[in-house]
């Protein structure tokens, strides 16, 4: 039996290169009380902003949170939006030197508009080409080089910077130093991770990329499409999100499951997020798949009681149960 002490001793100081698409967070909050006379849909009275670091950032987050050391590989625009989400960074005393600026590109901003604890509009403000610059590339080379990593996530928002191009170099890359990766996956470029070791969807993700739809709750169906992804990357691993059924992983030999814990749930935005962080971690550790499985399944539904997008805590890890094998 590994205590959640000994996993979070083994995170410490990990070094982890994120690939992928960063972007804002920005939350308006306030307070419904009329309709509008202009048309019929409500008025939000504003009473706070904010804005937080989200996307690929808030994985860096989340591994900073954890005690590790995220080195962040993305793209922001020249804009207002850009300048700020350097501020941002900086604030949470994360380096941008691997922070890429595109010219005539918009930074990803993702504003939700909350009343009374209840997410009620989202606005996104984005450019989603693929980022075709030559020098990314040659950036990307640099920061392999600049730290001895001990784990690459690529967090893929579909938001261009993870072309095939730029995934099968990374991939290579990370292949001729042994660093081990984890993939967070959407619709574009499903099937563009080749030989990485642990592949991420969620359930609608994995649907979308089969392009099949079947019976979650049958366990041959679920082994036989999971084997099918599996087997089309020739990943060691799949790692499939459930939401309320929990987690899933199978790799060549073996299948692991664990049902949701109980949980408070106000707000699912993030959780990817810091399942992925946590699964990176417990990975660049080599601890075994059935406990990797359970600590980002644990940590991933903590997260899901705060409202927004925010990293795992430390503490809130520590109060919970302890990891059996």
Same mark, same amino acid.
């Given at each position: 039996?590994?205590?959640?002490?000994?996993? $979070?001793?083994?995170?410490?100081?990990?070094?982890? *290169?994120?690939?992928?698409?960063?972007?804002?967070?920005?939350?308006?909050?306030? =307070?419904?009380?009329?309709?509008?006379?202009?048309?019929?849909?409500?008025?939000?009275?504003?009473?706070?902003?904010?804005?937080?670091?989200?996307?690929?950032? =808030?994985?860096?987050?989340? /591994?900073?949170?954890?005690?590790?050391?995220?080195?962040?590989?993305?793209?922001?625009?020249?804009?207002?939006?850009?300048?700020?989400?350097?501020?941002?960074?900086?604030?949470?005393?994360?380096?941008?030197?691997?922070?890429?600026?595109?010219? %005539?590109?918009? &930074?990803?901003? +993702?504003?939700?508009?909350? #009343?009374?604890?209840?997410?009620?509009?989202?606005?996104?403000?984005?450019?989603?080409?693929?980022?075709?610059?030559?020098?990314?590339?040659?950036?990307?080379?640099? /920061?392999?080089?600049?730290?001895?990593?001990?784990?690459?996530?690529?967090?893929?928002?579909? +938001?261009?910077?993870?072309?095939?191009?730029?995934?099968?170099?990374?991939?290579?890359? @990370?292949?001729?130093?042994?660093?081990? &990766?984890?993939?967070?996956?959407? +619709?574009? =470029?499903?099937?563009?991770?080749?030989?990485?070791?642990?592949?991420?969807?969620?359930?609608?993700?994995?649907?979308?990329?089969?392009?099949?739809?079947?019976?979650?709750?049958?366990?041959?169906?679920? %082994?036989? =499409?999971?084997?099918?992804?599996?087997?089309?990357?020739?990943? +060691?691993?799949?790692? *499939?999100?459930? #939401?309320?059924?929990?987690?899933?992983?199978?790799?060549?030999?073996?299948?692991?499951?664990?049902?949701?814990?109980?949980? !408070? /749930?106000?707000?699912?935005?993030?959780?990817?997020?810091?399942?992925?962080?946590?699964? !990176? $971690? @417990?990975?660049?550790?080599?601890?075994?798949?059935?406990?990797?499985?359970?600590?980002?399944?644990?940590?991933?539904?903590?997260?899901?009681?705060?409202?927004?997008?925010?990293? /795992?805590?430390?503490?809130?890890?520590?109060?919970?149960?302890?990891?059996?094998?």
């Amino acid at each position: 039996m590994n205590s959640i002490e000994t996993i $979070l001793h083994q995170f410490k100081n990990k070094q982890v *290169l994120i690939i992928g698409d960063a972007m804002i967070d920005a939350y308006m909050w306030g =307070n419904i009380h009329r309709t509008s006379p202009e048309a019929p849909v409500p008025v939000v009275d504003i009473e706070k902003r904010e804005s937080r670091l989200g996307g690929a950032a =808030n994985v860096a987050l989340n /591994i900073q949170s954890l005690g590790a050391v995220p080195t962040l590989f993305s793209a922001i625009g020249n804009d207002h939006y850009g300048k700020l989400f350097c501020k941002l960074m900086a604030e949470q005393n994360l380096s941008c030197m691997g922070i890429q600026e595109i010219q %005539a590109r918009n &930074t990803t901003v +993702k504003t939700r508009i909350i #009343s009374n604890n209840k997410h009620v509009l989202r606005v996104d403000e984005e450019c989603t080409e693929p980022i075709k610059e030559a020098f990314i590339e040659l950036e990307l080379e640099k /920061i392999f080089k600049s730290v001895s990593f001990d784990v690459v996530i690529f967090e893929d928002y579909n +938001k261009g910077l993870l072309t095939e191009r730029l995934i099968h170099k990374a991939i290579k890359i @990370a292949q001729d130093l042994k660093i081990p &990766t984890i993939v967070d996956p959407k +619709k574009d =470029n499903f099937f563009a991770y080749k030989n990485v070791d642990i592949f991420k969807p969620n359930l609608k993700e994995i649907k979308e990329g089969l392009a099949v739809d079947f019976d979650v709750l049958s366990n041959t169906q679920l %082994a036989e =499409n999971v084997e099918l992804v599996r087997t089309k990357l020739n990943a +060691k691993g799949v790692l *499939l999100t459930l #939401s309320e059924n929990g987690i899933y992983f199978q790799d060549k030999t073996n299948v692991y499951h664990e049902n949701a814990h109980k949980r !408070a /749930i106000v707000d699912v935005s993030g959780a990817g997020d810091t399942v992925v962080s946590v699964a !990176a $971690l @417990a990975l660049a550790c080599g601890l075994q798949s059935n406990e990797l499985m359970r600590i980002a399944n644990l940590a991933g539904g903590l997260v899901c009681e705060k409202v927004g997008v925010v990293p /795992i805590r430390i503490e809130d890890l520590l109060n919970s149960s302890k990891i059996k094998r």
